[in-house]
């Protein structure tokens, strides 16, 4: 059984805020893919419905997420996260069915 840690997670933010967030997600996304434990790191806006965003990433591991979700900025966004979402996170962990297409 593989040991990678593979997640879904839907953020549904306010009309208002939702372009803050793309513009401060977006500031994440190379430094977390430069992370030794990720693998797969993606962040999509939904077309029909643009406060939607989606987040597709794989970890090596748990402790490689863990890892990540204890840097600072991470920590300093989850505390302030509600005052860009209308409810909490929906994460669904997902099984990796076909091989990872980064070229790591």
């Not at 990720?38 to 997420?65: G, N």
Request: glycine share 0%; net charge negative; aromatic share 14%.
């Amino acid at each position: 059984m593989s040991s990678l840690c593979a997640f879904i997670l839907h953020a549904y933010t306010r009309p208002e805020k939702s372009d803050e967030f793309e513009a401060l997600f977006k500031e994440y996304v190379a430094p977390s893919r430069a992370e030794a434990g990720c693998i797969e790191y993606h962040m999509l806006r939904d077309q029909q419905d643009p406060t939607l965003f989606l987040f597709y990433e794989v970890w090596k591991s748990q402790a490689d997420l863990d890892q990540h979700l204890a840097l600072p900025h991470m920590q300093r966004f989850f505390e302030q996260r509600m005052d860009y979402l209308t409810r909490d996170f929906d994460i669904r962990p997902v099984t990796m069915v076909s091989p990872s297409s980064a070229k790591r």
